[in-house]
């Protein structure tokens, strides 16, 4: 038995579904002409431009009939993927993101003027019908826009760790030895990174020596000081002894003026010095002869 107070509701509910459901047939029977619209309007803003005329109006065409199927439906998922899948494609070719919040909003605009243009004669039908798609229109619209930016940040993210792992190659030298080239900017995430990168090099090719050259950093603060200097005690606790070149003496004073402890580092003044000094370990160590941890020279007889 229905309540009273729930008729009004179910009424109003059943009014919505019809006035959508009298939308998107709209929408559909003008497809053509609505979507040859949106693209004027789209060349007409200059937005795009990195596409051809035939490739937007293909992305148009998809993006149109995905746009009346959520209008139906209500649901954003199917429009959610494409734009998703559209946004991996567009991105790389430079299209930024207020370029598809503007195609985005220019087909709100058009479809809205069209139904302004069908419904005129009927005032109130027009509000009805008004009422069914903008809220619709408003979350499609976030949708779209959201996606877009959530996949534009994971291709920067992706971009910016593939810079850094070509920033700080870890490159074997010949067999047990290992050099990383530090070049640019050594902050704080980035030290983290090279320490990560360094130990999972040392494990995969059972390094012995690693040569740290940082003659292209140009200052450290005193976190990336101290990092550094984990970076050299993780690697001698795996077994490697590590030699850091290249030391500026802008650096050298940095670091002796932020007092950072320095028991654990052997340095020497150049990368050619450094790899002549490993070469002289790992004979050492082929000679069977074992190394002080520290000093990473043979113990006094």
Not at 3 to 9: C, H, L, T
Not at 205 to 217: E, H, L, Q, W, Y
Not at 235 to 256: D, E, K, N, P, W
């Amino acid at each position: 038995m229905t309540s009273e107070g729930s008729a009004p509701v179910q009424s109003a509910q059943h009014n919505h579904a019809n006035l959508l459901e009298e939308l998107v047939s709209y929408l559909r029977d003008n497809r053509t002409e609505l979507r040859e619209e949106w693209v004027r309007r789209i060349t007409d803003a200059e937005l795009l431009t990195v596409m051809t005329p035939e490739e937007i109006f293909s992305e148009v065409t998809a993006v149109y009939d995905n746009y009346v199927d959520a209008l139906q439906t209500g649901s954003v998922e199917t429009l959610q993927d494409y734009a998703r899948d559209l946004s991996e494609r567009i991105i790389p070719r430079g299209v930024e993101t207020d370029e598809v919040l503007g195609i985005v909003l220019l087909l709100r605009d058009v479809l809205a003027r069209s139904l302004f243009a069908n419904y005129l004669q009927d005032p109130s039908k027009l509000h009805e019908i008004l009422d069914a798609y903008e809220p619709a229109a408003n979350r499609i619209a976030v949708t779209v826009g959201v996606s877009f930016v959530e996949e534009r940040e994971r291709i920067i993210r992706e971009q910016q760790d593939a810079i850094r792992d070509l920033s700080t190659p870890v490159l074997q030298v010949r067999d047990r030895l290992l050099i990383l080239p530090i070049i640019g900017v050594l902050d704080s995430a980035r030290a983290r990174q090279l320490t990560e990168q360094l130990l999972a090099a040392i494990q995969s090719n059972r390094a012995k020596v690693v040569v740290i050259d940082i003659t292209g950093v140009g200052t450290v603060d005193v976190t990336v000081a101290n990092h550094l200097v984990q970076t050299v005690e993780a690697s001698r606790l795996m077994g490697a002894s590590v030699i850091i070149t290249g030391l500026s003496s802008r650096i050298a004073q940095t670091i002796v003026d932020l007092d950072v402890d320095l028991t654990m580092m052997r340095t020497v003044g150049d990368l050619q010095g450094g790899l002549e000094e490993a070469e002289r370990l790992l004979a050492v160590r082929d000679g069977g002869v074992s190394l002080d941890p520290i000093r990473m020279t043979p113990p006094e007889s």
